[in-house]
Nanobody, 128 residues
Framework: QVQLVESGGGLVQSGGSLRLSCAVS????????MGWFRQAPGKEREFVGG????????RYADSVKGRFTISRDNAKNTVYLQMNSLKPEDTAVYYC?????????????????????WGQGTQVTVSS
């Protein structure tokens, strides 16, 4: 049974920072790409960031480029999302996802279909 458990969400003021973590168990974490997605109230889930199995390749949504950083620690089976300069429009439930793919070549990491397993989500709320 594959489990993804997110943590680190919360309430933060505009301009603040948060770091999300996603711990993975039950699968060979280090062989697959990982991603972060988010869903705001009344909106569809959207891609935030993706990282290849080795950590050498990353992808970001335009809306978070330069503010968010995705990273991973394969020894700890954990993927992170460092979020800086947060804005109210970043308010959403954030989900981590375990890839069916190894790398982020092309647009693979942007596609929800590239991911096989999902966490339960963690709420991030940014106040203005």
């Amino acid at each position: 049974q594959v489990q993804l458990v997110e943590s680190g969400g919360g309430l933060v003021q505009s301009g603040g920072s948060l770091r999300l973590s996603c711990a993975v168990s039950g699968r060979t974490f280090s062989s697959y790409a990982m991603g972060w997605f988010r869903q705001a109230p009344g909106k569809e889930r959207e891609f935030v960031g993706g990282i290849s199995w080795s950590g050498d390749s990353t992808r970001y949504a335009d809306s978070v480029k330069g503010r968010f950083t995705i990273s991973r620690d394969n020894a700890k089976n954990t993927v992170y999302l460092q979020m800086n300069s947060l804005k109210p429009e970043d308010t959403a439930v954030y989900y981590c996802a375990h890839g069916r793919i190894q790398d982020c070549a092309g647009y693979r990491c942007y596609d929800e279909g590239s991911y096989a397993y999902w966490g339960q989500g963690t709420q991030v709320t940014v106040s203005s």
